[in-house]
Each structure stands twice: as C-alpha cells, then as structure tokens.
C-alpha cells in the first residue's frame, strides 16, 4: 500500500496537510520541534511525529511503496539532503515542494550569512535581524553587537535561553512569532532604530514581501542571505494536484449557483487590495457590505459600506449570508474560516483555497449575460485569460 511522508517545516507543509485531510489522503508528518507540533492544529488523517531524524532514522521510516514530500525550509539544505539520500537508498519516491523566489530589485545579496556578517562588520548601523535563532551565534562576532543588533526570534523558552546564553540584553530580543505585516516591520524599524533590516529570500509566504515594503518606506537597507542552491519542484498548487493524482483522489468540480445578495449581509474582514476588489463586485449586486479592518485601503468607497476600524472579533460573523476573510494574517484568516465552518457560513479565504466553502468568481458581464469563472486550482492564471475573452465576446 502506497504510504506518504512530508518532511514539514514551513507554511506551505501546513498549507499541505490541511488540503490532504480535507481529501481524505492520509499522511505521516514530520516536524523537527515542539513549536513545529503546536502550530499544527489537529487534522483527520494526519500523523504527526515531533524530533529531528538523522539519516538513518529517516532511511527506516521509508520504504518502496513511499512518496515523500520534502516541505522544509528553503535554507534547510543539510535536512534536504538527507531526506534526498534517504529516499535514494530507500527507493521511495522524493518530491520537493519549492517555495518560488520573489523579486529583490535593491536589495544587497550575500551568499550566506559568514558573507552577512563580514558586511555588517564594516558598518555602525544598528540592524534588524530577521533570519532567526539558528545561526545567531554567528553574529556575536560583529563589533558591539550586543547594542548594535535586534534579533527576532521565536518566543520559545529554548530560543530565548540561547539569546540571553550569546549576550543578548533583553530590552533587544524581539520575542514574537509572525506572521509579520508590513506595518509590523514598519513599526519594529521605527522602534530599533534600525538603518539596516537582515533577511533571507523567505518568498511570499515568509513574509519577504512585508519585509522589503517596510524597509523602502522607512527608507533602510535590506541585507539578503541567497538562498543555498536553486531548486526545481513543485508549486503548492501543482504538488497538490501530483498528490491527488498519485493517490488516485478524484476532486468533482464546484458547482455554479447563482443567487440573490439584494439586501443580504456581506461580511468582509480585512480592507486591502484584495478586498478593494471583492468589495467593487458585491457593490454591483446590492449586498449590505460590512467591513471590519484596522486600516482601509484609499480605493474603497466609505458612503457605500458599514466600516468598523478594529480587529476581527468572532461575533462579526454573526447574520452574515456570505464571509470573505482577506486579511494579512494568515491565523486569524484560518480562525475566520472555522467559525463559518463552525456555523455553516459559506466563506471565501483569499489565502487558502481548500478553506474556503465557496469560490470567489472573476465575473463577466454584457448583453444582459453574466457569467463566473473560477479555476479547479491547477492554473489561476488561466482564469483571468478566459474571462478576458468572455468579457470580448459579451462587449
């Protein structure tokens, strides 16, 4: 019997395993710490196990019949290629799932941190550390490093016991776990002082992004750490569908149901770019928008919804025919997604598809037609090619 193992170690692992259960595929999933463990809530089929494998004890967990998934960190590379090892000698099947590169246009890149720190060491500046505690002690040999640097961390009892063990004042140590906004990092420059912010190329799901955003608009320099080899793989999205085919899992599309939101609560947390979209297409078919977010976007309209300026609160959901959670918080999305579970509320998560009990279609409209279109989540991109055709056809 085929059996499937992933080595997790990043969002799109959890990201993962959250699709398989939803599919009914099992799996037995391996984490390297107790943090690892805890934010992994439980999930009908998934197994986790906790502790970090040598070679060895990953070879005897595998077999012929395995497919495993290598879902850890980019800069993992040790624990990559002991799992590729394992695999070969073992002759279960490896499948990498890669996290793509973003764009760094400005940034200074470094090829690893021994590079990182010989550039910091030529300079005062006071420096935002974002690569977290693993390779911290490296950093000790900068000058005044103790005075000079914030490092930010996980809040675990061993991460900050290894902070204050390598010299590091608490009133520096920037114990918090992410995921990070860019008015978080905005706020954290601000706070530090920091003329310099140190990262690795985390991708979008790292945070990169916020990253880089909030060093442009504080106007500081980011220091990346490239990451150790280029890889090939696959996608979130293509190993979910290798998976499904792997495992002989057939996914019956989603049914289109066209309804009437006359007049029928709409609620959406979360006020940005991909809520300023959603909001424009609900205006046109006369739902009551409801919007709860600590800051609005400048391009929605405030005449035409009910705003509240606060973070979600659960009762926000209460009455509600249709939720859209598109904040930049991917818990508190997940933590929206089930409370509508919860209370049998169709929800769109615009971060994580197989949380969501309902798509959000591109629409196309003319010659009194309207249509929606949505992917089957192999190709996104192709939703908007096909609706720009449709919108030609109906002009």
Not at 80 to 105: H, M
Not at 199 to 210: I, V
Not at 214 to 224: D, H, K, N, S, T
Not at 272 to 286: M, S
Request: charged content about 20%; some cysteine; aromatic content about 6%.
């Amino acid at each position: 019997m085929k059996q499937l193992l992933i080595f997790s170690g990043t969002t799109e692992g959890h990201l993962l395993c959250r699709f398989l259960s939803s599919h009914g595929i099992p799996a037995h999933v391996y984490v390297a710490t107790a943090y690892g463990e805890a934010v992994m809530e439980k999930m009908p089929g998934i197994t986790i196990h906790t502790g970090r494998l040598s070679y060895t004890e990953m070879a005897q967990q595998m077999h012929e019949n395995c497919v495993v998934v290598d879902a850890t960190h980019p800069y993992a590379s040790e624990v990559t290629e002991n799992i590729k090892s394992a695999c070969a000698a073992s002759g279960a099947q490896y499948l990498r799932l890669v996290r793509p590169a973003q764009s760094s246009d400005g940034v200074h890149i470094v090829p690893d941190t021994a590079a990182a720190v010989q550039w910091l060491c030529q300079t005062p500046s006071k420096v935002l550390l974002t690569t977290g505690s693993k390779e911290l002690d490296a950093y000790t040999a900068i000058p005044d490093y103790q005075q000079r640097l914030y490092p930010r961390v996980l809040p675990t009892a061993e991460v900050l016991q290894k902070c204050a063990a390598l010299g590091f004042p608490g009133a520096s140590i920037l114990a918090m776990q992410g995921p990070f906004s860019h008015e978080m990092n905005v706020a954290l420059l601000h706070k530090t002082g920091a003329s310099i912010l140190v990262t690795k190329d985390t991708g979008k799901s790292g945070g990169f992004a916020e990253k880089l955003s909030a060093a442009r608009e504080v106007g500081v320099q980011v220091l990346m750490i490239a990451r150790p080899q280029s890889e090939e793989g696959f996608t979130l999205e293509e190993m979910q569908q290798k998976l499904l085919a792997e495992f002989d899992v057939q996914k019956p599309p989603r049914f289109p149901l066209f309804v009437s939101l006359l007049g029928k609560k709409v609620v959406i947390i979360g006020a940005g770019a991909i809520a300023a979209r959603r909001i424009g297409v609900l205006q046109k078919f006369g739902a009551d928008i409801h919007v709860i977010a600590p800051e609005i976007s400048q391009n929605i309209d405030l005449s035409k919804i009910h705003y509240q300026a606060r973070s979600f609160q659960p009762e926000d959901i209460d009455g509600a025919f249709l939720v859209i959670a598109a904040t930049n918080d991917r818990n508190v999305n997940h933590e929206i997604a089930a409370l509508c579970k919860q209370h049998e509320i169709p929800v769109s998560v615009a971060d994580c598809a197989e949380e969501s009990t309902f798509y959000f279609p591109a629409i196309c409209e003319g010659s009194g037609l309207i249509a929606g279109l949505v992917s089957d989540g192999s190709d996104h991109h192709a939703v908007s090619r096909t609706a720009k055709k449709i919108r030609e056809i109906l002009e």
